[in-house]
């Protein structure tokens, strides 16, 4: 959660932002496969892993994505996201350090 909004993956495939007051749906990002891991905010940008081995970053006020990095393997763990770099870890047990 972060400025009073909600960011949650879904299995159905999508990243929703949710208004923590209303419970409003904000936006929704079509990642196209589940969701397991927990996003990470940072910034003005939400940062999440899927099934389909894909890193998305999408802007937190309006869910349009910013870039997608391929790391091979499904994305099971949540990313963390530091300064200028954001970590995450894929089932090929790779562990990967991306530029935001």
Do not use: E, H
């Not at 879904?10 to 007051?21: E, M, Q, T």
């Amino acid at each position: 959660m972060s400025g009073g909004v909600v960011y949650v993956g879904s299995d159905d495939g999508n990243l929703y932002a949710v208004d923590a007051l209303t419970g409003k749906q904000k936006w929704k990002f079509t990642v196209g496969a589940i969701v397991y891991s927990s996003p990470a905010v940072l910034g003005d940008a939400v940062y999440v892993g899927s099934k389909n081995g894909n890193l998305y970053a999408v802007r937190a006020d309006t869910g349009k994505p910013l870039w997608r990095y391929r790391t091979g393997a499904d994305i099971r763990s949540s990313p963390t996201a530091i300064d200028a770099t954001v970590y995450v870890g894929n089932d090929s047990g790779a562990v990967f350090a991306v530029n935001r």
